[in-house]
């Protein structure tokens, strides 16, 4: 199975602690991350995903802080050398984001403005 995830997701799952917009997105969350541990193909998308499906922001496919987050997408992708579309193995995703953002100091560049930072330092 190909699993369809933001690539400002590929920031997320690094810090995920069980806090989020609700429970029932905690869990698909949590669900997420255990379908993700075994390296399945990703397909990296600058938009709604498999993780947003059960998010409350999530409107009909739509984001309701679209601009924001399509933004932090697509610095991801253009850090980590990608693009929107790239089928990857998700741990070779995770690996780029860690080598091109994370381990350089670059993710408050890209996300700090997110209502979720405080949980990412």
């Known amino acids: 199975m190909i699993y369809r995830i933001r690539a400002h997701h590929g920031m997320c799952f690094s810090f995920f602690q069980g806090k989020g917009y609700s429970g029932e997105f905690t869990e698909n969350m949590w669900k997420?991350?255990?379908?993700l541990s075994e390296n399945p193909?990703?397909?990296?998308?600058?938009?709604?995903?498999?993780?947003?499906?059960?998010?409350?922001?999530?409107?009909?496919g739509k984001c309701s802080s679209?601009?924001?987050?399509?933004?932090?997408?697509?610095?991801?992708?253009?850090?980590?050398?990608l693009r929107e579309g790239d089928k990857v193995r998700w741990d070779d995703f995770v690996r780029a984001v860690q080598a091109h953002i994370l381990s350089p100091g670059k993710r408050p560049d890209i996300c700090g403005g997110c209502q979720w930072d405080n949980l990412c330092r």
């Open 66 to 81: 679209a601009d924001k987050v399509e933004n932090y997408d697509r610095q991801v992708l253009a850090c980590c050398g």
């Open 41 to 60: 193909e990703v397909i990296l998308l600058c938009g709604a995903d498999d993780v947003c499906a059960r998010c409350p922001n999530n409107l009909s």
């Open 32 to 35: 997420m991350k255990e379908k």
